[in-house]
């Protein structure tokens, strides 16, 4: 089975067990620049990284910007959940323009597929909880909307691919899968 890390701070996080029930280890790393010395195939930034009171994993992910598009040319998987947070540059770290539109609080959305891509796969329901869409996403293919409006969203970097959404919700067994097998 492939490495997997979770971007966070440090601060408990519920993923890091979701994994292990799954049946895939994990290892919580809070400095991006560990990604250039260790062969991680798959990196998870959690939930809530751009709201301060969940994580202050937003500012070092600023910093790590450049070891993190290293990652993800070299062949790497990069997966940025919601950042919870009202802040339209909250994914000014990855190599890709991408703004957001954060609602306050999460809306359950009806999922509508733009892609036959899998990383649709993310969440295996017809409706879904959003922290908000994206409103702009420079070189990124739209996979799934919510109200018509991207919600998930994939780009080929390099050799790697990033996968930014808002969907809030636990990855499935199968988009893992997905993730694992794509950098094998």
């Keep these: ?3 997997i890390a979770l971007l966070w701070d440090g601060r408990i996080t519920i993923f890091q067990k979701y994994l292990l029930v799954k049946g895939y280890k994990s ?7 560990v990604l250039s010395l260790v062969s991680y195939k798959l990196v998870i930034v959690p939930s809530g990284f751009g709201n301060n009171m969940y ?3 937003l500012k070092l992910l600023r910093a790590g910007r450049i070891i993190i598009e290293r990652f993800v040319r070299a062949g790497g998987i990069l997966v940025a959940c919601g950042s919870i947070s009202d802040d339209e540059r909250a994914y000014d770290w990855l190599p890709q323009t ?10 359950r959305t009806r999922i ?3 892609s036959n891509h899998a990383a649709t796969s993310l969440v295996e329901a017809d409706e879904c909880m ?3 869409f994206f409103d702009f996403v420079d070189g990124a293919e739209v996979l799934l909307k919510g109200n018509k409006r991207p919600i998930l969203v994939a780009s ?3 050799k790697g691919e990033i996968i930014a959404t808002t969907i809030h919700e636990f990855p ?4 893992i899968s997905y993730c694992l097998a794509r950098v094998s």
């Design 98 to 107: 991408i703004h957001l539109r954060y609602r306050l609080g999460f809306e």
């Design 130 to 132: 959003c922290d908000g």
């Design 156 to 158: 080929d970097i390099g």
């Design 27 to 33: 290892d919580v790393i809070s400095d991006p620049r």
């Design 1 to 3: 089975m492939g490495r």
């Design 112 to 114: 509508e597929t733009v």
């Design 55 to 57: 994580s202050n994993m």
């Design 172 to 175: 499935s067994t199968r988009f």
